[in-house]
């Protein structure tokens, strides 16, 4: 696969895809200059910056691609993209500023010469140049935020984007980072200005402060380290080397170890290798002579025996150098002599990405290869970088990472700063990381690239039938074993895969093949897979059509096999991979022309989608319902209209939003009435049902529930699980709970659990999630817990991330009703976090009002007193769930500061439970009110309001509850006596 562009004959200047970092550096101040010298010494100005052009750039690795008038624009990366393409960049705009600041114009009112600069990396599609356009033509946004910012640069300033410089920022020292505005970006873009080249001191602490994913496992490795530190300070020397590929950690895992040796008293002297950019001989060894402020010995490998010797005598020392892959010769001798030593208190340790010197002989005596991090440590890392992520978003980074500490670290980046539209892909391709998997795969021979980035295009995991199909290759050859051993593709964990090891290098790789070839590719793909299911289930490659012919171009197979797959996956209880598909299914119709068969297609996808909405909401779903209503109604008929209309309703139910859901519920019983569509109209009373229990209209709510449940209960088969009725069920079970009714609520929830044939479908979730809320209301604080983490384990099962959230939020507050240990109110708080991205309401003043009673009790106040404002807000959408426990919050924390706001707390806790008929909770209000009381000496009105409360909590059978008021009881009674 070369680099040309497949359709050369229709557009012979278009050289392909590639990975480069841009230098654009202008003339400070050139129109004041132009103003003030004679033309020809303008113009002798002009010779003499392009005559820094030409001697820097090249010198650096560069390429001058266009020069016009004071300014230039140079490309880092062809013919060849290298690692370090970024800081070379970086290292040329050094120099050339330095040569321009030393150009000295001797007239008066002309100021001193200067540069502003912008680097910038990423991928650009490479054409042939004119004499306009320069040597080449980059299109693509990289040459544009390269420009901008240069503009943005002030005099003699070097602006580098973050993701240019990534590591290579310990080579030099620059301002803080800054946050920038670019045009056409959607974010901020981070920038940092290079002012220099860093010394080695400054290098070192670069290198401790540009962290990549926080330390997390290597027990066995870092064991071996310390031990060998131990045998080192007992007077063996040894030399030791930590191998793995870029990014694996080898550094932060040696760090902790030189941490310790200096805590024991060793000296620790450290050095690092550079490649061919800026490399001397013997550098890593001249670094630690001159930290030691000594003159080096003239016989180079004799001399620093003899100094290490002489040091390690003294006290114990421990050699750390960096980047040993990249060492000079020399270095190499020093190293084979300092081997040699014995009986000496010298502990060596290097970092590379070699275990073996000219691949033959190993670099030390002993080597700790590292491996990819296991799911646990991977898990460690993501939570240490983003706590509040949710499991499905930290499952796909720990997937796409392979364990490489590195692409962790890019991954939480991306997804903390709210790159969420691709989930598990470093920010926009970070390019430094990009030239650094690019460099790799320009490495391989010819025939391995090819089928590498034909790989690529397959997948991330390549069934190993269509891999041969495509490429032509047996995967038992040298080539694809190749491959495997440079950590690309191997075998994948099911039989007859292969799999790329990390999904970020895939990615790159992808991205790297031109758009037309991919096209084509795409399309042979999709082709071989039809073939091949022509024969066999069909049903298994949907997904895998649908995304081949997608991106191939071809948009009605695409949207014919999105939709296939979708209701696929929805059949299946797979929430997350049907939301994908129809949304992938929408997108494909939306490039399709315009026509009244499309359009119905569209609405009938997205009501399909609400199914999925209704148990995992999220807003995005919302303006695609509304768009469905308005095709309805202007191209289908009256009862399809009815039905877009009730799905908007029910995906604005799921999403909290009682008000919304009611008003267009009931636009859609009258038009499903006035059709005579009996079944959609029963649909509609138990949605609008569903929607007045959500904002608190018991009454109503339960009127409506009762007549879908008496028609749904005749239209019962047996056969399948009838996820009407049991929401119904459920809902009405709700209902008695709040009122207190525990019995009949339990009742209700058996009846709706006999409803469900698959106790895995997702409406298992939901049954058990509103159980375990029943019973924590009850006070049942074990079994709530244990529904709940039922309720959670289908809610895993079917990736339904709203269902966990809920399940995670009862079990973490019966957790803390259990223990009151604050890890339980941290589970809450996680549980939130998951889903406010979404913007989904649903009884989330739950979430909140636990909350505030969580940390109010922990004494955290201010935590509380946010989470009981949340919960208050929430009264705008009639979701009142929470409110009370709210209330009863912030009556609590007035107690001791404002007596008299306690009351009023308790009052409004006491009319939001009386307007939600809520027996349970009027009980429990009336003992907050009764423990207040006791801490403010009203007895006597405490020991009245604990025997009211008491003898609810006889009636309903809380019996916690009971045991706590006559605990407060025997309070009182100590009080008044």
């Known amino acids: 696969m070369s680099d040309t562009h497949p359709d050369a004959d229709a557009d012979s200047t278009v050289l392909g895809r590639r990975y480069v970092a841009l230098l654009f550096a202008d003339l400070s101040q050139s129109t004041e200059l132009a103003g003030a010298l004679e033309a020809e010494h303008y113009a002798q100005l002009l010779a003499a910056l392009r005559r820094a052009y030409q001697d820097i750039i090249p010198a650096h690795g560069g390429l001058v691609v266009r020069v016009q008038g004071d300014g230039v624009l140079a490309m880092f990366g062809y013919p060849a993209t290298r690692e370090d393409d970024g800081r070379r960049a970086v290292e040329a705009a050094l120099q050339l500023h330095e040569r321009v600041r030393d150009m000295h114009l001797e007239l008066a009112g002309v100021p001193p010469l200067a540069l502003h600069t912008g680097i910038h990396s990423g991928l650009v599609l490479l054409g042939v140049g004119d004499i306009e356009r320069g040597r080449f033509?980059?299109?693509?946004?990289?040459?544009?935020?390269?420009?901008?910012?240069?503009?943005?640069?002030?005099?003699?300033?070097?602006?580098?984007?973050?993701?240019?410089?990534?590591?290579?920022?310990?080579?030099?020292?620059?301002?803080?980072?800054?946050?920038?505005?670019?045009?056409?970006?959607?974010?901020?873009?981070?920038?940092?200005?290079?002012?220099?080249?860093?010394?080695?001191?400054?290098?070192?602490?670069?290198?401790?402060r540009y962290r990549y994913a926080p330390f997390v496992g290597r027990r066995a490795e870092s064991e071996l380290l310390e031990t060998r530190l131990a045998e080192a300070i007992a007077g063996r020397s040894h030399c030791l080397a930590v191998a793995a590929p870029a990014g694996m950690g080898k550094t932060r895992l040696i760090?902790?170890?030189?941490?310790?040796?200096?805590?024991?008293?060793?000296?620790?002297?450290?050095?690092?290798?550079?490649?061919?950019?800026?490399?001397e001989p013997l550098q890593p060894f001249v670094q630690i002579v001159e930290s030691l402020s000594r003159e080096m010995p003239e016989k180079a490998a004799d001399g620093m025996c003899g100094l290490f010797a002489q040091l390690a005598q003294q006290t114990p020392l421990v050699v750390f150098i960096d980047d040993w892959q990249w060492a000079d010769e020399l270095s190499k001798q020093v190293l084979a002599a300092l081997r040699r030593l014995r009986d000496c208190r010298l502990l060596i340790v290097l970092?590379?990405?070699?275990?073996?010197?000219?691949?033959?002989?190993?670099?030390?005596?002993?080597?700790?290869?590292?491996?990819?991090?296991?799911?646990?440590?991977?898990?460690?890392?993501?939570?240490?970088?983003?706590?509040?992520?949710?499991?499905?978003?930290?499952?796909?980074?720990?997937?796409?990472?392979?364990?490489?500490?590195?692409?962790?670290?890019?991954?939480?980046?991306?997804?903390?700063?709210?790159?969420?539209?691709?989930?598990g892909r470093p920010r926009g391709n970070a390019g430094w990381l990009s030239h650094l998997v690019e460099s790799r795969v320009q490495h391989l021979p010819p025939a391995q690239t090819e089928l590498v980035r034909m790989a690529a295009v397959i997948g991330n995991v390549i069934p190993v039938w269509l891999f041969e199909t495509i490429t032509c290759t047996d995967t038992d050859s040298d080539l694809v074993r190749g491959l495997a051993e440079q950590d690309f593709i191997f075998p994948g964990e099911l039989a007859g895969t292969l799999r790329f090891k990390h999904g970020v290098a895939r990615d790159i790789i992808y991205e790297s093949v031109g758009l037309h070839e991919r096209q084509q590719l795409h399309l042979r793909i999709a082709q071989a897979i039809q073939r091949h299911s022509a024969a066999a289930d069909h049903d298994e490659a949907l997904e895998a059509l649908a995304y081949h012919f997608g991106a191939g171009g071809d948009g009605a197979s695409a949207a014919r096999y999105a939709e296939l797959a979708g209701d696929k996956a929805l059949k299946a209880s797979a929430l997350d991979r049907a939301r994908a598909q129809y949304r992938a299914a929408l997108a494909a119709l939306d490039k399709l022309p315009d026509s009244s068969e499309a359009a119905q297609r569209w609405v009938s996808i997205v009501q399909r989608l609400g199914m999925v909405c209704v148990f995992d909401p999220s807003r995005s779903e919302l303006a695609l319902s509304t768009r469905a209503v308005h095709l309805a109604e202007q191209f289908a008929d009256a009862a399809s209209i009815a039905r877009a209309r009730y799905w908007h309703s029910y995906i604005s139910y799921s999403l909290g939003d009682a008000r919304s859901a009611i008003v267009h519920g009931e636009r859609a019983l009258a038009e499903a009435e006035a059709i005579g569509d009996e079944p959609l109209a029963i649909q509609i009373v138990a949605t609008l049902g569903e929607s007045h229990v959500l904002a608190a209209h018991y009454e109503a709510g339960l009127q409506l529930l009762d007549r879908a449940i008496e028609v749904k209960r005749r239209h019962r088969s047996g056969r399948r699980t009838n996820v009407g009725l049991v929401y119904s069920l459920v809902c009405r079970a709700y209902v008695l709970g709040d009122r207190g009714r525990f019995e009949q609520a339990h009742e209700c929830f058996d009846d709706a659990l006999d409803c469900i044939v698959d106790e895995t479908h997702e409406i298992a979730a939901t049954l058990h999630g509103w159980r375990s809320a029943v019973l924590l209301w009850q006070g049942r604080w074990h079994e709530a817990r244990e529904t709940a983490v039922m309720s959670g384990r289908i809610a895993e099962a079917t990736r339904s991330l709203s269902q966990l959230s809920i399940a995670q939020a009862i079990a973490g507050y019966a957790q803390w009703k259990i223990e009151r240990a604050p890890h339980a109110i941290q589970a809450i708080v996680e549980a939130t976090d998951w889903i406010a991205p979404r913007e989904s309401g649903l009884f989330r003043s739950f979430n909140h009002g636990w909350l505030a009673e969580g940390f109010m009790a922990m004494g955290r106040r201010e935590e509380a007193r946010h989470h009981a404002a949340l919960a208050l807000r929430r009264v705008r959408e009639r979701d009142l769930i929470g409110v009370a426990m709210a209330y009863r919050a912030l009556a609590r924390d007035a107690t001791a500061r404002r007596p008299g706001a306690a009351g009023r707390y308790i009052e409004q806790a006491l009319r939001v439970a009386r307007e939600r008929d809520s027996a349970h909770e009027i009980a429990v209000t009336r003992l907050c009110a009764a423990e207040i009381a006791i801490d403010q000496g009203r007895a006597e009105q405490a020991m009245a309001l604990i025997d009211e409360a008491a003898a609810a909590f006889d009636t309903m059978r809380m019996a916690w509850h009971l045991d706590e008021a006559r605990r407060l009881r025997s309070l009182a009674v100590a009080v008044a006596a």
Do not use: W
């Open 255 to 279: 760090e902790r170890v030189l941490a310790n040796a200096a805590a024991q008293g060793c000296r620790v002297v450290r050095g690092y290798c550079e490649s061919d950019l800026g490399a």
């Open 137 to 208: 033509e980059l299109l693509g946004p990289v040459p544009n935020v390269a420009a901008r910012l240069s503009t943005a640069a002030s005099a003699n300033e070097i602006l580098v984007s973050e993701e240019s410089l990534g590591p290579a920022h310990r080579f030099f020292s620059t301002g803080p980072a800054r946050s920038l505005e670019i045009k056409g970006q959607a974010a901020p873009m981070t920038v940092y200005a290079v002012h220099g080249r860093a010394g080695l001191a400054e290098h070192l602490d670069n290198l401790e």
């Open 351 to 423: 970092a590379t990405r070699d275990a073996k010197a000219d691949g033959v002989f190993p670099v030390a005596n002993e080597t700790i290869a590292l491996a990819p991090l296991g799911d646990a440590e991977a898990a460690q890392a993501i939570s240490a970088r983003l706590p509040a992520v949710d499991p499905f978003v930290a499952a796909e980074i720990a997937r796409r990472a392979g364990g490489n500490p590195l692409y962790v670290e890019e991954l939480c980046h991306s997804t903390a700063r709210g790159d969420t539209a691709a989930v």
